[in-house]
């Protein structure tokens, strides 16, 4: 519709949740328009990728590793768990087996999609064990000090910056 009405391919994108959805619609996009310039189909996080890239270049955002597995996701969060739960009496420990590691990331990135930063008043979440959030921020101070993203980082890390600059909200537009 909007590519019918005189508007530029270049100034459309298409954002789509998984690379499946992304080829699908892109395909077809190819089918119904062969001879006319199409706009961009990504997913939201590799257009977040390229958002993230470009502020690094810009200065805006640190550089930072993606950390793309899950056995990197949970190595890294046992690493910062470890030395929480040093800090915290016995009975006041969090679970620090695979599945708990990947249930608190889980909670991380609702946190993250529902732009918390670190400092805001701590949300309660409907989940059994709400002492998760005292490890959040902590988690956060150690991914930003080692340099990591996670794949919800790619869209909160811009979003949270834009919102704290305008600035940088004039340059992600």
Known sequence: HLLAHGADARRILVLMFNKSARDDFAARLERRLPAVARPAVSTF?????????????SGILPSAKLLATPRECIRFTQGILTTFNAGRPETAALASGDESLLEYLDIFDLLKGSLYVVGDPLPTLPIGNNDVL????????????????????????PVVAAIASSDVASFIA
């Not at 996080?45 to 270049?57: D, I, K, P």
């Not at 959040?136 to 890390?157: C, W």
């Open 45 to 57: 996080h590799s257009f977040g990728m390229r958002l993230c890239n470009s502020l690094v270049h």
């Open 134 to 157: 005292d490890f959040f921020p902590v988690f956060e101070q150690n991914r930003k000090a080692s340099g990591v993203r996670f794949f919800a980082d790619l869209i909160s890390d």
